[in-house]
Nanobody, 123 residues
Framework: QVRLEESGGGSVQDGGSLRLSCDASGGTYRRFCMAWFRQRPGNQREAVAA????????YYNTFAEGRFTISRDSDKNTIALHMNSLKPEDTATYFC????????????????WGQGTQVTVSS
């Protein structure tokens, strides 16, 4: 059974940092794009960052560039999202996604989704 499980969410102060992790199990993800999405209160889900396996550069949404870094360990079927300089507007539920093929980005067809992990940034 394909499963994505996020961890690492929590509450931080404005300017703080968090590291999110996503463990993928029950399938072979090496050929897939893997990504982070988020859904802020009252907003639609939006792409944060996406990464392929050893090909091309990661995709970052404009709000994530320079502050967030996505990484991938294909041997362990995991991805991470390092978030620095967090702002209150980054408060959201963050989701891990997998699927599709390079190039990876917001319009990739992600077939698998995690349940999400909450990030709260207070001012």
């Amino acid at each position: 059974q394909v499963r994505l499980e996020e961890s690492g969410g929590g509450s931080v102060q404005d300017g703080g940092s968090l590291r999110l992790s996503c463990d993928a199990s029950g399938g072979t993800y090496r050929r897939f794009c893997m990504a982070w999405f988020r859904q802020r209160p009252g907003n639609q889900r939006e792409a944060v960052a996406a990464i392929y396996n050893g090909r091309g550069s990661p995709y970052y949404n404009t709000f994530a560039e320079g502050r967030f870094t996505i990484s991938r360990d294909s041997d362990k079927n995991t991805i991470a999202l390092h978030m620095n300089s967090l702002k209150p507007e980054d408060t959201a539920t963050y989701f891990c996604a997998a699927g599709g093929n390079w190039p990876c980005g917001p319009r990739t067809a992600y077939d698998y989704w995690g349940q999400g992990t909450q990030v709260t940034v207070s001012s």
